[in-house]
């Protein structure tokens, strides 16, 4: 349900009161559960996170255990012999650290006397705006775009672009990639992270007759796929002639990020009479952290659903 019409609802089921302070009449608690639940709905990337797990217990600096299940085979096992158990099966287990997000907002006095439902909601929708917009600034450098690769995590599989900073093979490189990351590494990707530069590129791609029919557009002309994988460009990471630096990554949504919440959000409202205003404070406990395993044997945890394009590093 939408921020307005959950507001409306309220209001009416509380129209006997005689306040017309619409904050006054509903739990900051109901506000805050609003705000999350429209942040999540406006994330870019919130399709790329595989698992997400609470601990209302837990603050600033605590750390959460995020656990998902490895991908498992099955063998042809002739009648009368044992099923091989090589291995003992367990989770991955990805330890995310949570952190603090806060905002807080004035507002004089009289316009929170004179708020309307639909202010209200307006406000909401702003505050929850901007925590999803700061969740996918934080996922957007997790997954080290714009960063130097090895940054945050080793990834499961790299490519090279031919030339620092010259984006013209790119696309090779995102087909090159997905066709590993299927066949050699048995993964499904199904997302591409790209910063506005390779999107820039992606878009010349398209004008390439050999090219589009791989990738595909909306009624906006705006990228939505490319090689069956669903396109999120963002703004929060930038391209240029770095070496080794990440300009897109390929994700297997089912085994790339995790995340955590800590203690609820909150919503609260300050007076503060000496200026005559009321500050709206929200607070949220939040954390994301990749996936990474040791399943080659080689002693280095990688990131098992990533894949990176990047500069090269000479």
Do not use: C
């Not at 790119?170 to 087909?175: A, G, L, R």
Request: net charge negative.
């Amino acid at each position: 349900m939408a921020i307005r019409e959950t507001l409306q609802k309220e209001f009416e089921e509380l129209a006997a009161t005689t306040t017309a302070d619409v904050a006054a009449i509903i739990p900051s608690e109901k506000f805050a559960k609003l705000i999350i639940e429209e942040a999540s709905l406006g994330r870019r990337l919130k399709g790329v996170i595989t698992a997400s797990e609470e601990a209302i217990g837990k603050g600033e600096g605590d750390t959460v255990k995020v656990r998902i299940l490895p991908k498992v085979s099955v063998a042809e096992v002739a009648e009368g012999e044992a099923v091989s158990d090589a291995e003992v099966f367990k989770p991955v287990a990805s330890t995310v650290t949570l952190k603090r997000y806060a905002g807080a907002w004035p507002f004089t006095a009289q316009s929170i006397y004179h708020a309307s439902i639909d202010l209200t909601a307006a406000l909401l929708k702003r505050i929850a705006d901007a925590w999803a917009e700061k969740q996918d600034e934080v996922i957007s450098k997790k997954l080290d775009l714009g960063a130097v690769s090895g940054t945050n995590y080793k990834p499961a599989l790299a490519k090279a672009l031919a030339s620092a900073g010259n984006f013209e093979d790119v696309y090779d490189k995102i087909k090159e990639l997905v066709n590993e990351m299927r066949h050699n590494k048995g993964l499904s990707p199904d997302y591409l992270v790209v910063t506005p530069e390779v999107y820039a590129q992606l878009q010349k791609d398209y004008e390439d007759a050999t090219k589009r029919k791989f990738i595909q557009v909306n009624d906006n002309g705006e990228i939505t796929s490319v090689l069956g994988l669903k396109v999120i460009v963002t703004p929060f990471a930038h391209a240029d002639s770095t070496l080794n630096q990440v300009v897109a990554v390929v994700l297997d949504s089912k085994n790339a990020l995790v995340e955590a919440t800590g203690l609820p959000a909150k919503f609260e409202e300050k007076r503060e009479p000496e200026a005559d205003v009321y500050k709206e404070v929200f607070n949220a406990y939040w954390g994301v952290e990749v996936i990474k395993a040791d399943f080659d044997g080689d002693g280095v945890a990688e990131a098992i659903g990533i894949g990176q394009i990047v500069n090269p590093s000479t």
